[in-house]
């Protein structure tokens, strides 16, 4: 695995893998292509004077650099280990046999920017070393007269005095470790904010994993309540027609008084259906619906849960984009629920606050406050994050002035927004006239 991706990121490193083997076969092909005609016009003896012996190690070089542009199914990281083995070899023999011919120069510096793209900063590192070694040693190599003799070299050929051949050398090799120090370090750049953005949606997902089953808890809660709440009334109402109605058959009467267990039974019907209806969109679509229904919330929860609540607003509040307001609606919701179910607070706090340039919703308990440790974070912690995140806002939690917890969301004020229909969570609300 590529140095700087963790485990987690184990699609970054596939992605990475399938993109290398891609560019590996574009690569050996077109450099087989390229270098045909230049082998086969120094067979012809065109370009500089060489030895035979040179001559059958380019032609060795080229038929390795071939084989790895053919033979497609072997694994990717074998052939190009293969195919820079021979190009180094071609480049370490270019510069002996012309020594500051530009093929060669060029080659030490573009080899080790194809190895760091291909194959990692490992291979890299070894490139570097091979690379400043042929810059290093060539020109004097190629005046050893066994060097000399045995590539059939002209040992009168060289680049000038030794004091600005090693002057040379030392300025390329300076400046080719310092190009692939520069390169590396933006290589592991980008390959951190590609894990970076992979955990993120990684995370996001589970997320929306995690959302999509709230709803549907909430779908089989709403589907309970309708079976045991108003199915069973709209039941007993309908019992007590057909005993109205056999009455009737008989021969019997049916006076005023005998309606009103029905209309009561139906009224109750129509409050029950209301509080499901309520439930699953506790908020009307007009701008000025989230304050109220915020200050319906903490008295509801005050009258549940036995815990002083509050609720205060302050400036601009009103917001325009019903899913804005339903993810804030939802996240106070969950605010509170924590301070009541975890934190075992006995006073709760309620701000919503409005500005020209974001809404500020900030739920402060006098509870156990945060652990010593830094909270993991439930599911609803997770999903109000989520919330937070997804209206382009952050969600902070604190420890509160005198103990207990402080969970502050802002988000950008803004006239559009996410989908109005829809909820992250997979809340729709359509409200009739």
């Not at 530009?102 to 030490?108: E, F, R, S």
């Not at 309520?278 to 036995?306: D, S």
């Not at 917890?405 to 988000?411: D, F, L, M, Q, Y």
Request: hydrophobic fraction near 45%.
């Amino acid at each position: 695995m590529e140095p700087g991706l963790g485990p987690e990121s184990a699609a970054v490193e596939a992605a990475l893998v399938a993109w290398r083997r891609k560019a590996a076969n574009v690569l050996l092909a077109a450099s087989a292509a390229v270098y045909l005609p230049v082998f086969v016009l120094l067979g012809l003896g065109y370009g500089p004077p060489v030895g035979s012996q040179v001559k059958a190690l380019c032609y060795t070089a080229y038929l390795v650099i071939a084989a790895t542009a053919l033979l497609r199914r072997a694994e990717y990281r074998t052939r190009l280990c293969a195919y820079f083995v021979a190009s180094y070899l071609v480049v370490a023999l270019g510069n002996l046999a012309v020594p500051g011919g530009p093929y060669g120069q060029v080659g030490l510096v573009a080899q080790p920017i194809l190895i760091l793209v291909l194959c990692g900063s490992t291979a890299t590192r070894v490139a570097i070393l091979a690379s400043v070694t042929i810059l290093a040693s060539a020109p004097f190599l190629r005046v050893l007269p066994g060097v000399a003799r045995a590539l059939a070299l002209d040992p009168a050929r060289t680049t000038g005095p030794s004091h600005l051949v090693w002057f040379q050398a030392a300025v390329l090799a300076a400046l080719l470790v310092i190009l692939l120090i520069l390169l590396d370090r933006f290589h592991h750049f980008l390959l951190g904010a590609l894990a970076a953005q992979c955990r993120g949606m990684q995370v996001r997902q589970r997320l929306e994993r995690e959302m999509a089953g709230i709803s549907d808890g909430e779908r089989r809660r709403l589907g309970q309540d309708l079976h045991d709440g108003v199915c069973q009334q709209v039941t007993a109402a309908l019992l007590r027609c057909q005993a109205l109605e056999r009455r009737l058959e008989r021969g019997g009467t049916v006076s005023s008084t005998d309606f009103a267990p029905l209309s009561s039974l139906l009224a109750d019907t129509i409050d029950d259906a209301r509080n499901v209806a309520r439930g699953l969109c506790p908020l009307e679509p007009e701008p000025e619906a989230l304050a109220p229904a915020l200050r319906a919330l903490t008295k509801r929860t005050q009258e549940l849960a036995a815990v002083r609540c509050e609720c205060t607003t302050a400036g601009d509040v009103r917001v325009a984009d019903p899913a804005t307001a339903q993810h804030l609606y939802r996240i106070a919701q969950e605010a509170l629920s924590n301070a009541v179910r975890h934190a075992k607070a006995s006073r709760i706090r309620l701000e919503f606050r409005g500005t020209d340039g974001e809404f500020t919703l900030q739920v402060e308990d006098d509870g156990v406050g945060l652990p010593a440790a830094a909270p993991a974070g439930g599911m609803g912690l997770r999903t109000m994050m989520y919330r937070a995140e997804v209206l382009g806002g952050k969600l902070t939690l604190a420890p509160a002035a005198g103990g207990g917890t402080r969970v502050t969301c802002r988000v950008p004020r803004a006239e559009g927004g996410p989908d109005a229909k829809t909820d992250s969570g997979g809340e729709q609300c359509l409200r009739a006239a």
